[in-house]
């Protein structure tokens, strides 16, 4: 089942993306979708801050993978965009199946990759500072997602 929320300004994103980090723990694996400039890098930015992670956080493109580990959860930030399957980057499932948290961009490229359990947020751009969400979730990321969209 899918559910919408619209988010309308940078603060929203901060609240939607603090709230999403209030069920972070090892092992949570949130995975984003849509067009470049929709907010994916932003969200994660919001989401890293929310469960501690100083460091600064911009999108891995040409690393595909980056690790922040100054918090008690590690972040593990991945942008898929130019992956066919972890496959091509065999060592991404150590990191997705690890005891980490973890934030991928553009999953579906790898997603027959991906654990059972997941939240997945596809963002839509509506305006310049508006973005409708689609979150679904998969396994017991259902409930989680659900309640996300109130």
């Known amino acids: 089942m899918t559910?919408?929320?619209?988010i309308d300004n940078l603060f929203a994103m901060q609240q939607f993306a603090i709230r999403v980090a209030q069920y972070a723990d090892k092992g949570f694996t949130v995975c984003l979708s849509g067009e470049l400039g929709a907010g994916k890098t932003t969200f994660t930015q919001f989401f890293g801050a929310a469960i501690g992670i100083d460091e600064p956080i911009n999108s891995p493109t040409f690393t595909i993978m980056k690790l922040y580990d100054d918090s008690n959860l590690p972040l593990v930030h991945i942008d898929a965009y130019r992956l066919e399957g972890v496959h091509e980057e065999p060592s991404l499932e150590d990191y997705i199946f690890g005891p980490y948290v973890c934030v991928i961009e553009w999953y579906e490229h790898i997603k027959g990759s991906l654990p059972d359990n997941y939240l997945a947020i596809d963002f839509m751009r509506i305006s310049e500072?508006?973005?409708?969400?689609?979150?679904?979730?998969?396994?017991?990321?259902?409930?989680?997602?659900?309640a996300l969209s109130h």
């Open 129 to 146: 500072t508006s973005r409708e969400l689609i979150i679904k979730g998969s396994g017991r990321y259902e409930t989680i997602a659900k």
């Open 3 to 6: 559910w919408k929320k619209t």
